[in-house]
């Protein structure tokens, strides 16, 4: 009987350990926590030209996608005009890169603001999704998510879409969220 105690002892918790457990997080890559280091950097220092350098040129993510609808033109029951997908992909990543510097300097703004200067923010932590399409070749997240604490100490969440890993470079792909998050300290 004393033996049945303890293993139910023991298993209720490790259950209970299981269910109070965080959920795994997601492994983040080097070269990409070096990126949102970057990011951070010229969204402190106002450098819009060091912002812009952190996402995939319009052009390469064009290349990209006019090279996925050659690739999908072959499989395809339908034709598909690569070369306007090429012109569509472009357009859009040349308004998202002017989203981003309008959304940016919201964000600076407020930050300046409402929690002091930006250029004493401090990046916290880390999080990304993974993109569930990703390859081996092309690995990529879905959503990465930057935990910084502003110069008052306010804690702070900023989104950014996507993060991609093209040629062996990581930069981001699409925008910025519109919104800018304050994340409480547990009590």
């Not at 999704?129 to 969440?157: I, K, M, N, S």
């Amino acid at each position: 009987m004393k033996n049945c105690f303890s293993f139910f002892c023991f298993v209720s918790v490790c259950l209970v350990s299981t269910l109070n457990a965080e959920e795994p997080k997601t492994p983040v890559p080097a070269e990409l926590k070096a990126l949102v280091e970057a990011f951070v950097n010229a969204l402190k220092s106002q450098d819009d030209a060091a912002m812009a350098a952190c996402w995939h040129s319009p052009e390469v993510l064009a290349k990209r996608r006019e090279a996925e609808a050659l690739a999908e033109s072959g499989t395809s029951p339908t034709e598909i005009n690569v070369a306007k997908e090429r012109e569509k992909e472009l357009k859009k990543r040349e308004k998202d890169m002017t989203r981003n510097k309008q959304r940016i300097d919201i964000i600076r703004g407020l930050i300046a603001k409402h929690f002091g200067d930006p250029a004493g923010l401090k990046l916290v932590k880390l999080e990304v999704d993974p993109e569930e399409d990703a390859t081996e070749a092309e690995p990529a997240f879905d959503e990465v998510e930057l935990h910084l604490t502003a110069a008052d100490g306010t804690g702070l969440r900023l989104d950014v879409d996507d993060a991609i890993r093209i040629d062996g470079v990581w930069k981001f792909k699409g925008r910025v969220e519109n919104k800018l998050g304050i994340e409480f300290a547990d009590p």
